[in-house]
């Protein structure tokens, strides 16, 4: 029943089936990544209602939210009602015919549904089954808390370290953390398939937003536990990095990254101060930080003399890492950022549609984007008698 290997591109998962409960955006980015390499994903949705981000709008592309259509290429819609006996009789037959299950329910439910996970792999073993949830698997610590990602935002620390210096504290422009359990999923998933090819039997794989998004703070985590050092917001300023940040020209923002002291020195001749580089508070990156305050009142100013432009064409010249801070319309405008646009045939709506392609390549070949979303329950016949 798979379609990846149609010749449209790289299908590395052509073969693997996978049976996709999740809804919203993690579960649903990590299934959309497998059907990107060639898995053939089953999405099961309510009936009627389908998935949430359905309904996340506007923008609309017939039916659908432009939020949903970011996260559900490369699958198939079914409509089954899992509060029905029916329902799960077929996603208890499905399970028994995919490489892989994928749910993001409240932990337990899937047991009270009559789909508990243990059964299914007992029933299939090579079933690799993968669970996403906010706090793990206790489902008593879950029940209380949920698990939207500005919720996970604020309690991994992430939004304690993002917005402007003394400000209020800011998530993240995008559910980025969703995204990174996301991509967690994927790759646990991918792992045990490995592991299965070698041993035969699937395993249960589970990642929660709350331990993905901790581990995501990276050197954040790291500066408490190894300098016991708080961090806190520090605007587009870097913590252990100087000068590392937004800078004004005299008509808009620009990024500026001076990751070493060879770099530095680049900076202070592009803004016609060399002598700040033989500065003893400014000569290393570790002085830098010491003595933040101090060099970037100054690099404010003398930034502030030029329009964005000019500095910018300057500091390429000179070879310094920097970039103007584009909006969607620009990024899309530019050669690297139309190169990343699909556009797909899409009759069920406007005839065609744009989305953004997955950015992996094999030998320099792009992923294939061989489906567009489905509508709701699309291949329900198709699957089901299939």
């Given at each position: 029943?798979?379609?990846?290997?149609?010749?449209?591109g790289p299908a590395p998962l052509a073969g693997i089936r996978v049976l996709d409960l999740s809804r919203v955006l993690a579960g649903p980015l990590a299934t959309m990544t497998l059907g990107d390499l060639g898995a053939d994903v089953i999405k099961v949705e309510r009936p009627g209602e389908g998935d949430d981000t359905r309904h996340w709008g506007p923008p609309f592309a017939g039916d659908d939210a432009a939020y949903f259509l970011s996260l559900n290429r490369n699958k198939r819609s079914v409509a089954l009602d899992l509060k029905t006996r029916d329902g799960v009789a077929e996603v208890r037959r499905l399970a028994r015919e995919v490489d892989v299950l994928i749910e993001n329910f409240r932990p337990g439910l899937m047991g009270e549904l009559g789909l508990a996970l243990e059964d299914l792999r007992r029933d299939h073993p090579p079933l690799v089954t993968c669970s996403l949830t906010a706090f793990g698997d206790d489902a008593a610590a879950t029940a209380t808390r949920p698990g939207y990602d500005i919720i996970v935002q604020a309690l991994s620390g992430l939004m304690s370290v993002t917005g402007e210096r003394d400000g209020e504290p800011t998530k993240a422009g995008v559910a980025l953390l969703d995204v990174i359990t996301g991509l967690q999923a994927t790759i646990g998933i991918q792992a045990a398939l490995l592991e299965r090819a070698r041993t035969g039997r699937g395993r249960h794989v589970s990642v929660s937003l709350f331990d993905?998004?901790?581990?995501?703070?990276?050197?954040?985590?790291?500066?408490?536990?190894?300098?016991?050092?708080?961090?806190?917001?520090?605007?587009?300023?870097?913590?252990?990095?100087?000068?590392?940040?937004?800078?004004?020209?005299?008509?808009?923002?620009?990024?500026?990254?001076?990751?070493?002291?060879?770099?530095?020195?680049?900076?202070?001749?592009?803004?016609?101060h060399p002598e700040w580089a033989e500065d003893e508070r400014f000569v290393t990156n570790e002085a830098r930080v010491s003595h933040r305050d101090a060099l970037i009142s100054m690099m404010v100013d003398a930034f502030a003399t030029r329009t964005a432009g000019e500095w910018l064409a300057a500091l390429e010249d000179a070879a310094v890492p920097c970039a103007p801070i584009r909006t969607m319309d620009e990024v899309f405008a530019s050669p690297e950022g139309a190169a990343l646009i699909d556009t797909v045939a899409d009759l069920a709506r406007e005839g065609t549609l744009r989305t953004v392609r997955n950015p992996l390549r094999f030998d320099g070949q792009a992923l294939a984007v061989r489906r567009p979303p489905p509508t709701l329950g699309e291949h329900t016949d198709e699957v089901l008698d299939g």
């Amino acid at each position: 029943m798979g379609d990846a290997s149609d010749g449209h591109g790289p299908a590395p998962l052509a073969g693997i089936r996978v049976l996709d409960l999740s809804r919203v955006l993690a579960g649903p980015l990590a299934t959309m990544t497998l059907g990107d390499l060639g898995a053939d994903v089953i999405k099961v949705e309510r009936p009627g209602e389908g998935d949430d981000t359905r309904h996340w709008g506007p923008p609309f592309a017939g039916d659908d939210a432009a939020y949903f259509l970011s996260l559900n290429r490369n699958k198939r819609s079914v409509a089954l009602d899992l509060k029905t006996r029916d329902g799960v009789a077929e996603v208890r037959r499905l399970a028994r015919e995919v490489d892989v299950l994928i749910e993001n329910f409240r932990p337990g439910l899937m047991g009270e549904l009559g789909l508990a996970l243990e059964d299914l792999r007992r029933d299939h073993p090579p079933l690799v089954t993968c669970s996403l949830t906010a706090f793990g698997d206790d489902a008593a610590a879950t029940a209380t808390r949920p698990g939207y990602d500005i919720i996970v935002q604020a309690l991994s620390g992430l939004m304690s370290v993002t917005g402007e210096r003394d400000g209020e504290p800011t998530k993240a422009g995008v559910a980025l953390l969703d995204v990174i359990t996301g991509l967690q999923a994927t790759i646990g998933i991918q792992a045990a398939l490995l592991e299965r090819a070698r041993t035969g039997r699937g395993r249960h794989v589970s990642v929660s937003l709350f331990d993905a998004s901790v581990a995501a703070m990276v050197n954040q985590a790291s500066n408490y536990l190894v300098g016991d050092q708080v961090p806190k917001a520090m605007g587009s300023q870097h913590p252990n990095i100087v000068p590392y940040q937004v800078f004004h020209g005299s008509d808009r923002p620009f990024i500026v990254a001076g990751g070493n002291d060879r770099l530095f020195r680049r900076i202070c001749e592009v803004l016609d101060h060399p002598e700040w580089a033989e500065d003893e508070r400014f000569v290393t990156n570790e002085a830098r930080v010491s003595h933040r305050d101090a060099l970037i009142s100054m690099m404010v100013d003398a930034f502030a003399t030029r329009t964005a432009g000019e500095w910018l064409a300057a500091l390429e010249d000179a070879a310094v890492p920097c970039a103007p801070i584009r909006t969607m319309d620009e990024v899309f405008a530019s050669p690297e950022g139309a190169a990343l646009i699909d556009t797909v045939a899409d009759l069920a709506r406007e005839g065609t549609l744009r989305t953004v392609r997955n950015p992996l390549r094999f030998d320099g070949q792009a992923l294939a984007v061989r489906r567009p979303p489905p509508t709701l329950g699309e291949h329900t016949d198709e699957v089901l008698d299939g």
